[in-house]
């Protein structure tokens, strides 16, 4: 077949392309049939899926793990025959693996992978509104996505409104008749804010719009927004599934294949897909999501105690506190409470800036979701980019992505960066 021009010549194009190599049947289609349910017909559990979906042994060497296919072409026995692939844009075997993974992982008809996740983020959203349309963005989110609905699509002609999104009538009395999507981070980069995901659901189907949810906090083991009603999740994987701070990656993963069809075909269209190498490095790290996530929740935890009983915190914002706002409804759907913390300092920026400079086992930097603790100040590092907006932070405010180390030392390093007095 030739480059697909159409979505329904993409989806014929990657349905080709998944029975080469991977006994699936669509690139990133729930584990094709075979790792959706076990022999005896029970469903397999997470873990298994996230080891072995899209990941049968290579059928030429049998192989355990995935190769990197690093080639941007294939060669074809003759004009338009070939094996399911042609051109590495379009698909490429290594990509097509974690893609299956990714749907699998997230209970969703189709994977995409993405360069990164703004890439996932653009292509969703130049898929799914255009001028004209108008998008429900949360008051409280990764302030690059804030920036892409701000700085590049309002001068495209896609109005966006930014709603707090725990007000379920605020919510309703944002819809307008073009208003094509409700974008839902939960829990929110850096404030930790919870969005109810089932009932968001429902006001976009009453709406004729969809409920994204970008699950990039959370992760697939924590939080499945799809099972609770959402259209598409959107992952930054240069986070937790990718977890070790070594790759920047992006993904989709629809619930309906025909949207699904149209994301894969501007996917290809638009171009911002990830290397094979990085591909392989997302997948490597899936692998190991759910003991990574448990080890995360539990040092967290721990984090959470003793910033609770330090006199110059004066907030803690974590899902898992009993007065969080959102404690209730992130108890309903989540699993466990995550890896990631902010708190407030009494002293003010000042304090905050001082803690950030004097941690030594948590390393002072952006991102998050990695192995490593990460300290940041989001004011000046990762949310710069709201300042004087609606979304602004406070500049009290200090986030950590608690890391898998041992949790005495993660207690005893921040005990000495809090002792400011
Ligand atoms: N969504 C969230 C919640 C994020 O924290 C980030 C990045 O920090 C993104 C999306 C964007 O992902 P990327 O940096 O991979 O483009």
């Known amino acids: 077949m030739d480059q697909p021009e159409t979505p329904e010549q993409t989806a014929e194009h990657i349905r080709a392309a ?6 699936s049947e669509v690139h990133g289609d ?25 990941q049968d042994p290579d059928p030429t060497t049998g192989a355990v793990v995935v190769p990197i296919y690093q080639t941007s072409t294939y060669a074809q026995t003759e004009v338009g025959v070939h094996r399911g692939y042609e051109y590495s844009r379009s698909g ?9 993974c990714l749907a699998a992982l997230e209970g969703g008809r189709t994977g995409l992978a993405f360069a990164s ?8 959203l130049r898929t799914v509104t255009g001028p004209g349309g108008h998008v429900i963005v949360p008051d409280d989110a990764y302030g690059g996505t804030y920036r892409l609905f701000a700085k590049v699509l309002q001068r495209w002609g896609v109005d966006h409104t930014p709603v707090p999104l725990g007000d379920l009538d605020a919510v309703r009395a944002a819809v ?10 939960t829990p929110t980069n850096p404030l930790l804010g919870i969005a109810d995901i089932a009932e968001l659901a429902t006001i976009a189907r009453a709406a004729g ?20 009603g959402a259209d598409v999740v959107v992952h930054s994987t240069t986070k937790y599934l990718g977890g070790h701070s070594d790759v920047v990656g992006g993904a989709l993963v629809a619930a309906d294949p025909a949207l699904g069809e149209e994301l894969a075909y501007n996917q290809n269209a638009m171009g911002g897909v990830p290397g094979a190498f990085d591909s392989w490095l997302v997948l490597r790290g899936a692998k190991t999501l759910g003991v990574r996530m448990d080890r995360h929740c539990a040092n967290a935890a721990r984090v959470v105690d003793l910033l609770c009983s330090s006199p110059v915190v004066s907030a803690v914002l974590y899902p898992g506190l009993p ?24 002293g003010g920026e000042a304090a905050a800036l001082e803690v950030c400079r004097r941690t030594r086992v948590f390393t002072l930097g952006e991102s998050l979701g990695g192995v490593e603790s990460l300290i940041e ?15 602004e932070v406070p500049s009290d405010l200090v986030r950590l992505s608690v890391g898998i180390e041992t949790g005495d030392d993660l207690l005893a390093d921040l005990e000495r960066a809090l002792d400011l007095g």
Request: charged share 20%.
């Open 30 to 54: 729930t584990a094709g049939d075979r790792w959706a349910a076990g022999d005896d017909g029970r469903a397999y559990g997470f873990e298994t899926l996230a080891i072995h979906a899209g």
């Open 18 to 23: 998944g029975s080469a190599s991977f006994g």
């Open 323 to 346: 007065d969080h706002p959102g404690h209730e409804i992130a108890s309903k759907q989540m699993s466990q409470y995550g890896g990631m913390v902010s708190f407030r300092l009494r």
């Open 377 to 391: 100040h989001p004011g000046r590092m990762t949310h710069a980019s709201v300042a004087g907006s609606q979304l």
């Open 209 to 228: 719009a969809r409920l994204v949810v970008d699950n990039t906090f959370a992760s697939p083991y924590l939080q499945q927004p799809l099972a609770l």
């Open 117 to 124: 996740g703004l890439a996932a983020e653009d292509c969703l």
């Open 176 to 185: 307008r008749p073009e208003t094509a999507l409700i974008w839902c981070e």
């Open 92 to 100: 490429n075997p290594t990509r097509t693996a974690l893609e299956t």
